[in-house]
């Protein structure tokens, strides 16, 4: 009998944790301003509308990354309120383009186990993305390896706004007394409710601000700041990100860092 060959396993490097990494230190939750996509097609001498196509690529690079490199959440900054005042013409091409990639990804993203959420107000989005929207929520609300928060419409201003009307709301109506309002209750009233806040911000095209993102959430989140552009995010500018973050130390305001848990 012939002995049984039993082959060594390949080792994907767009999929390998990088050995100099802790995977015990990743963020348990990474938010991204998915900056640069129009400069990217303008260096090119394409319509900015190359830049949005090639910017969805380097989103599915990411959470495919997160799913193998063990990062569980992941919320994106897709469309602000503010860019309802881009070109009508880019405007509905973005529109489109969320419907397109959520027909034709959906089903990869299920069976990746990917839960996916739309934060925003969604009711200002034309009525048939509301509907795709809808039913990949829903199709997805069980999956667990990676929860990916999608922020469409929003704005983080306003998000706060809204939770200080359901507060106040409450008040008036008998149901709060305003010296029970604290941070874990009105956080409990936040989009991204039911996740933690954000531990590593990422920021492409080397932009040196938040832009009305998560105005709450990234009050103690570590924010590391590339040059790369988005649709050029890959791997490497991830494995960056992550070695920059493991270098931190996480002092929450004190003189020295908590003790790791056990």
């Not at 990746?112 to 509907?131: I, K, N, S, T």
């Not at 500018?237 to 931190?248: N, S, V, Y």
Request: charge should be neutral; glycine fraction near 6%; charged fraction near 25%.
């Amino acid at each position: 009998m012939q002995p049984v060959k039993t082959q060594a396993k390949e080792t994907n490097p767009l999929i390998a944790l990088p050995g100099d990494l802790d995977p015990q230190r990743l963020p348990q939750h990474l938010a991204v301003i998915m900056d640069g996509n129009g400069r990217w097609a303008q260096q090119r001498h394409l319509p900015r509308v190359r830049g949005h196509q090639k910017g969805v690529q380097a989103l599915k690079r990411l959470l495919q990354l997160c799913g193998h490199w063990g990062i569980p959440a992941l919320t994106t900054y897709a469309f602000s309120t503010e860019n309802w005042q881009r070109p009508e013409e880019e405007v509905s091409f973005l529109m489109t383009l969320f419907e397109q990639v959520l027909k034709q990804e959906l089903d990869a993203l299920d069976e990746a186990q990917v839960r996916l959420r739309f934060l925003g107000e969604l009711d200002g989005l034309p009525l048939v993305l509301q509907e795709h929207i809808a039913e990949a929520t829903h199709r997805t609300a069980h999956n667990n390896r990676v929860r990916l928060n999608v922020c469409t419409n929003y704005g983080g201003r306003r998000e706060l706004v809204q939770v200080a009307r359901r507060l106040a709301q409450d008040v008036r109506q008998g149901l709060l007394d305003p010296d029970d309002i604290n941070e874990t209750r009105f956080a409990k009233l936040l989009l991204t409710a039911g996740d933690p806040d954000p531990d590593l911000l990422i920021r492409t095209s080397g932009e040196f601000r938040i832009s009305n993102f998560l105005l709450w959430q990234l009050a103690y989140a570590e924010i590391h700041i590339t040059h790369v552009l988005w649709p050029d995010f890959d791997q490497v500018a991830l494995a960056t990100a992550l070695r920059d973050f493991q270098q931190r130390q996480r002092r929450y305001g004190t003189l020295q860092a908590p003790p790791a848990e056990p």
